[in-house]
């Protein structure tokens, strides 16, 4: 499975966006980006999930590098709910299609 | 809700004995996966079904066995049960295909003492 990289850690204040990272430099053509996050206590949520071009729902906005190289899974307005470990996760088509979980980046949410 | 159904939610036993995990689907999903979350190895993927065959095997201790049933419900065997096998574990479903999103259960919390 192709890798992906997070930071640790992020932090933010409510009502502002949250732009959280993702690099993925050995993703190939068939790869799709899938995003999860997990709230304490829970199993783990889908969030968004692309392949090539950005995407919206009603929880996040994703934006896809050119390349595909990287991503950023925006929240326009990060609330206390919001804290959670947010994972960015690489799934092949035609395959399988398990989800490989990496460390992912925990999001704190202050007032 | 996510719709996937897991039994029991919390479970408490002593070593060297066994328990079964029991995880119901969402309404017409094929594909039914396990995985196990503890402190220190985050979420490990164990196994994956589809319409009730194995598709794919993760970090599975040969001690950990797992079926999905006709009726797609699934369940997952854990055997000579150890200390380090205190964990959670999630079932999730989904249809077939990558562009498919995996629907997860509230998790089975095991101890064993």
């Known amino acids: 499975d192709a890798k992906t990289t997070q930071p640790n850690s992020m932090e933010s204040n409510e009502e502002e966006p949250v732009h959280l990272p993702c690099n993925h430099s050995?993703?190939?053509?068939?790869?799709?980006i899938h995003w999860y996050r997990q709230l304490p206590s829970q199993g783990p949520e889908y969030v968004i999930h692309?392949?090539?071009s950005n995407v919206n729902n009603r929880m996040a906005s994703l934006a896809i590098a050119e390349d595909r190289k990287s991503s950023t899974l925006i929240l326009h307005r990060a609330t206390l709910r919001d804290a959670a470990v947010y994972y960015c996760?690489?799934?092949?088509?035609?395959?399988?299609?398990?989800?490989?979980f990496g460390t992912g980046t925990r999001l704190q949410v202050t007032l | 809700d996510s719709g996937v159904t897991q039994t029991p939610k919390h479970l408490i036993t002593a070593t060297g004995q066994r328990v079964t995990l029991r995880c119901s689907p969402r309404?017409?999903?094929?594909?039914v996966y396990w995985y196990q979350q503890s402190l220190d190895q985050g979420l490990q993927f164990l196994i994956q079904?589809?319409?009730?065959?194995?598709?794919a095997k993760g970090n599975i201790l040969e001690r950990f066995s797992a079926q999905q049933f006709p009726d797609l419900h699934s369940e997952l065997n854990l055997s000579s049960l150890e200390l380090g096998d205190s964990a959670l574990y999630f079932c999730?479903?989904?249809?077939?295909?990558?562009?498919?999103?995996?629907?997860f259960g509230e998790g089975s919390r095991l101890t064993v003492l």
């Open positions: 996760i690489l799934r092949r088509a035609g395959t399988a299609s398990k989800l490989t």
């Open positions: 079904y589809y319409n009730g065959e194995e598709r």
């Open positions: 692309g392949l090539t």
């Open positions: 050995t993703i190939s053509g068939t790869d799709y």
């Open positions: 309404s017409g999903d094929l594909s």
């Open positions: 999730a479903s989904s249809v077939q295909g990558a562009a498919g999103e995996l629907f």
